[in-house]
T-cell receptor
Framework: AQRVTQPEKLLSVFKGAPVELKCNYS??????LFWYVQYSRQRLQLLLR??SRESIKGFTADLNKGETSFHLKKPFAQEEDSAMYYC?????????FGTGTSLTVIP | DVKVTQSSRYLVKRTGEKVFLECVQD?????MFWYRQDPGLGLRLIYF???????EKGDIPEGYSVSREKKERFSLILESASTNQTSMYLC?????????????FGPGTRLTVT
């Protein structure tokens, strides 16, 4: 069963526009959620985790347990944000990754 | 700074060959993971290990095996490579079996099986 769903495979926004990458999860326990990012020709790396409640590179993500969502948001997209983004759920035993969203920021 | 290294960035093998992918981490992490990354499918867990000589199957273990003889090294083995195993393989490690610890990834090995 798919535990992490990212409904958008591709997302294009113009520079300066707001961006939201959607992530929904399925887990009955207390979720630990992450966003990972992979820039072109670089390794996959952590962007942010929900437990930290921090903003990284202008991105934020709020855990909504009622909607079982962990959407990634940025108010003003930059060209350097173009990358592949993965939402991930850690259940304590295993990590589950979504299928990823490829974000393109158009100059 | 955690470093996860993989033995090859690119590998081309023939169908039926035995293939070894090596991963080494230098931060004394207990947990190590092997994923394959395919467009539209995201990352899928093949095997993981929480300790030396321990291994657990992930979501797609068929056609693969693993070996962890030392804490820092986790090997993925394709006993008889097939074309449907052409993929990007990512190794990762994390500190402990604790939910909020992140995974650190290697640069990946792009394997092509012809």
């Amino acid at each position: 069963a798919q535990r992490v769903t990212q409904p958008e495979k591709l997302l294009s926004v113009f520079k300066g526009a707001p961006v939201e990458l959607k992530c929904n999860y399925s887990y009955s326990g207390s979720p630990e959620l992450f966003w990972y990012v992979q820039y072109s020709r670089q390794r996959l790396q952590l962007l942010l985790r929900h437990i930290s409640r921090e903003s990284i590179k202008g991105f934020t993500a709020d855990l909504n347990k009622g909607e079982t969502s962990f959407h990634l948001k940025k108010p003003f997209a930059q060209e350097e944000d173009s990358a592949m983004y993965y939402c991930a759920l850690n259940t304590g035993n295993q990590f589950y990754f979504g299928t990823g969203t490829s974000l393109t920021v158009i100059p | 700074d955690v470093k996860v290294t993989q033995s090859s960035r690119y590998l081309v093998k023939r169908t039926g060959e035995k293939v070894f992918l090596e991963c080494v981490q230098d931060m004394d992490h207990e947990n190590m993971f092997w994923y394959r990354q395919d467009p539209g499918l995201g990352l899928r867990l093949i095997y993981f290990s929480y300790d030396v000589k321990m291994k657990e199957k992930g979501d797609i273990p068929e056609g693969y095996s693993v070996s962890r003889e030392k804490k820092e090294r986790f090997s993925l083995i394709l006993e008889s490579a097939s074309t449907n195993q052409t993929s990007m393989y990512l190794c990762a490690s994390s500190l402990e079996r604790v939910p909020y610890y992140e995974q650190y990834f290697g640069p990946g090995t792009r394997l092509t099986v012809t």
